[in-house]
């Protein structure tokens, strides 16, 4: 009895209220939490669902591009085998720039016409100064054993596979939002210094000239093109994806079976393995947001 008199003598206990910055309230802990504390509690929120066939044709412009690389380690491995010689690489080379400007040109709502001969003008200052830097080029290995070239030359592709930008361009295609990103940029410069020591193992003048001229012609442009082809028409994408897959396994099985086994198994796990284990990792994702979250702004603070 006493006690229910105490109680109702006792003055009202003030209600809490959920404030950010109120300091503590008199009655309450500085952690104290009511109720309805987990009334706001979203779980799965930002979760994407994915669906594997999407995942299974976005992964193709990463086979694409190692199969692209994969050509090029072609062309370096038949040049150094003296394969091909100074006319044969030069006749691939007017034929890729010869390509991949009539790709940019039937692509024509993403390039116009002044950035066109921008272009070509850009390319024919670059050529100009690939050729002088040739002899540069050739002696720049000499003391330096063929093991340790071919080990540097392996990582640094690693390397730019490994920080290549697989959904852009390493130069700033028409119609692109944004520039490319500083890996994007490491990545292209590891490819330049293997193209580099690849070139200084040649002999001829012409060789080095014509092997870099590919490499970078690769390097920087098949990235653009690719891009070009991808905007323009995503089912032309696919099919000139997968024509370039059948024809590079085709070279390497003619070069070595074990390369052909390794690729193959290489464009299976990317296109088909990772894709599924993507899928599979999503029914275990759980994220769990609320109050206790920190505050994030609702606005673009640059407007």
């Known amino acids: 009895m006493e006690a229910f008199m105490s109680e109702i003598l006792s003055p009202t206990r003030p209600r809490w209220r959920k404030v950010a910055y109120g300091g503590m309230q008199p009655g309450f802990d500085d952690n104290h939490t009511d109720d309805s504390f987990l009334e706001d509690m979203v779980m799965n929120a930002n979760v994407v669902k994915r669906d594997i066939l999407k995942v299974m044709l976005d992964s193709v412009s990463i086979s694409q591009y190692l199969c692209i690389v994969a050509l090029v380690g072609l062309v370096w491995t038949y040049t150094l085998r003296s394969i091909l010689n100074e006319n044969s690489l030069l006749l691939l080379d007017v034929t890729l720039l010869g390509l991949g400007f009539l790709v940019l040109l039937l692509t024509k709502e993403m390039?116009?016409?002044?950035?066109?001969?921008?272009?070509?003008?850009?390319?024919?200052?670059f050529i100009s100064g690939l050729y002088v830097l040739a002899p540069i080029y050739q002696t720049l290995t000499t003391s330096i054993s063929s093991n340790s070239i071919w080990a540097v030359t392996v990582s640094l592709i690693v390397l730019h596979l490994f920080l290549h930008d697989y959904s852009g361009s390493t130069v700033r295609a028409p119609g692109a939002l944004h520039n490319p990103t500083l890996t994007s940029c490491i990545s292209l410069n590891a490819s330049v210094v293997a193209s580099v020591f690849?070139?200084?193992?040649?002999?001829?003048?012409?060789?080095?000239?014509?092997?870099?001229l590919f490499s970078l012609q690769v390097f920087l442009f098949a990235p653009l093109v690719t891009y070009c082809i991808k905007k323009y028409s995503f089912c032309l994408h696919l099919w000139f994806s997968f024509g370039l897959m059948i024809a590079t396994l085709t070279l390497v099985y003619t070069l070595h079976l074990l390369l052909f086994v390794m690729l193959l198994g290489l464009l299976i796990f990317v296109t088909v393995v990772c894709p599924y284990w993507l899928i599979r990792m999503q029914e275990y994702k759980f994220e769990i947001n609320g109050p206790w979250d920190e505050a994030k702004l609702c606005f673009d603070i640059t407007d």
């Open 198 to 212: 690849i070139a200084s193992c040649l002999r001829s003048r012409l060789l080095v000239f014509a092997i870099m």
């Open 111 to 125: 390039l116009s016409l002044s950035l066109f001969f921008r272009y070509l003008l850009n390319i024919s200052f």
